[in-house]
């Protein structure tokens, strides 16, 4: 014989490989089961889905498997003792749960139906027209029942169970009285016209209804310059004034406040707030300004804007309470008229004059009244011995026609003339000598000294405008 040939032994490979996947895929199967698919419904709900899977002999199984309890009252299809099928869903409607309460007897019934009409025929519930029937606590006439969505719960009877609160008392009541009023009746609770009774006295009756008393307390009101003497059930301020018909306008308010609690023989007054402004002026100082003007002489000075005060306005918020002012406050502030500055006016214009001297003639620009000093070298502070004793600022050596200035009022280096002393050049200057002063340069053996005011001349040459201080102090050293 001659062995197989290659394309023989592969073709018994593959068949080989076949057979080995067909055996484990139904091994699998064995294993997982088969799916099936499980819609539970329940009324007014959107059906929920589970699935499942497995090897299962009944619908019973499969729904235990699932984890899915059912109720007596509920409906599955297929039958739970039938043969679950894993192409046809298992539907489970869960049926709905309503507790009856009648006057005797309290039961919970399970149904299927959606109205409460059916139901009533369903469960064998005879409802007469006189009875008093609550869906969830809503009152129904004996017309609505055929068409009134299914409640969970439902109160069928004569009598309701009620709960009345009078301050401090609690009492429970089975009655068969129709609206809160003859509940309270028929319980002996009198209720007088300022009582409050919660809910209404004209609400009909529902089901464990609790009822309370609220009973008034005296109490007294001023406002408007009455007083009120009343009562009232009533514990906030508020509602006591709206129950008076006395009304709150604007910002009136109440002491005490208008959320606060009150208690008998509690006192509320009625505070009207009435709101005004006044206005209050304050001036505002105007300031004054200087101006160089070649109208007027040096020295001189001319008005060329008047100040006007301005004027800073504020508004005050003044409140009255009960037509007396209780407190002012500022509300805002602005000027209501700005100040107008002063514009004064100093001369610049230069006016040459001659000054007849006993020297003769001299031309002079100004005239200023200044304090006259004298002094020497030995009066000026450095002792013999010092290397600057006797020097001048300029550098030229003190005496006779030398005097010391401020520069800022008179030009360095011009020439000034005393009356009684003569021309003196401004080449010195002092600590001491500040403003509208000379000091008048003597030598030792000639000292002759000076204390007092005199007119000064300044002598021409006019110096430069730069040099020329035209407004020089107006007070005297």
Known sequence: MHPPSHKRLLRLLILLGMFAAMALAGTRYLWAGEPYSIYVTKVGEAPRLVTTSGRFTTVAEVLEDAGIPVGPADLVTPALVDDPMPDVAIQVHRALSVTVRTDDDRQVHWTHQRQLGPFLAEAGLAVGRVDRVYADGVPLTFGQLDTAPLPARLDVGRTLDVTIQDGGRSLSLRTAAQTVGEALAVAGITIYAADGVLPPMGQWLGPDMVIQVRRSVPLTIHVDDRVIQTRSHHTRVLDVLAE??????????????????????????????????????????????????????????????????????????????????????????????????????????????????????????????????????????????????????????????????????????????????????????????????????????????????????????????????????????
Do not use: C
């Open 244 to 477: 008076a018909g006395i009304g709150l306008v604007g910002a009136d308010t109440t002491r005490p406040p208008p959320d606060a609690t009150v208690r008998a023989n509690g006192v509320i007054t009625v505070i009207r707030v009435t709101e005004t402004f006044r206005f209050e002026d304050t001036p505002l100082p105007f300031e004054t300004r200087w101006q160089a003007t070649d109208q007027v002489e040096i020295d001189a000075t001319a008005l060329l804007q008047a100040g006007v005060p301005g004027i800073q306005r504020q508004r005050v918020r003044v409140r009255f309470e009960n037509g007396v002012e209780a407190s002012q406050a500022p509300d805002g502030s602005w000027i209501a008229l700005e100040p107008v500055p002063e514009i004064i006016g100093y001369g610049t214009k230069i006016v040459i004059r001659q000054l007849e001297t006993p020297e003769g003639p001299l031309e002079y620009w100004r005239k200023v009244r200044m304090r006259i000093t004298s002094y020497t070298a030995a009066t000026s502070g450095k002792d013999p011995d010092h290397p600057a004793y006797g020097i001048t600022r300029s550098g030229l050596p003190a005496g006779k026609g030398i005097v010391a200035v401020d520069p800022t009022v008179v030009p360095w280096r011009t020439n000034v003339y005393v009356p009684g002393y003569g021309v003196g050049l401004a080449a010195d200057t002092g600590g001491g000598v500040k403003g509208r002063w000379v000091d008048l340069g003597y030598p030792e053996d000639n000292y002759i000294h000076w204390s007092g005011y005199r007119d000064v001349y300044f002598l021409t040459p006019v110096p430069p405008v730069d040099q020329i201080n035209y407004l020089i102090p107006r007070t005297l050293p």
